[in-house]
């Protein structure tokens, strides 16, 4: 499985920006998929995920702001989105797409960062 994720970009706040990531290779091995983000110095954190059969789940920092979409109306690539509203000067982080297998492992994306000016 590999993901490759676009969309980050600078943006002030109350601003809005749409991550994207293509997902291509064993798509029937994927159980769910994910972004996540990470600021210099703290963990890697859990920003949304959507599972195979469509069921969602947010951070408490980002519900109703943040919107976690898929389409794999094509055979071959999922397309995975994080649409972000209502940006905030903490939501800029560097923000990696994942994907968790069936197996319990994970493949990630490079990341792109998301910067919000106050």
């Known amino acids: 499985v590999q993901l490759q994720a676009s969309g980050g970009g600078l943006v002030q706040a109350g601003g809005s920006l749409r991550l994207s990531c293509a997902v291509s290779g064993s798509i029937l091995s994927i159980n769910a998929l994910g972004w996540y983000r990470q600021v210099p110095g703290k963990e890697r954190e859990l920003v949304a995920y959507?599972?195979?059969?469509?069921?969602?789940?947010?951070?408490d920092s980002v519900k109703g702001r943040f919107t976690i979409s898929r389409d794999n109306a094509q055979n071959t690539v999922y397309l995975v989105y994080l649409q972000m509203d209502s940006l905030k000067p903490e939501d800029t982080a560097v923000y990696y797409c994942?994907?968790?297998?069936?197996?319990?492992?994970?493949?990630w994306g490079q990341g792109t960062q998301v910067t919000v000016s106050s």
């Open positions: 959507i599972t195979r059969g469509g069921t969602t789940k947010y951070s």
């Open positions: 994942t994907a968790i297998l069936v197996s319990g492992s994970s493949r």
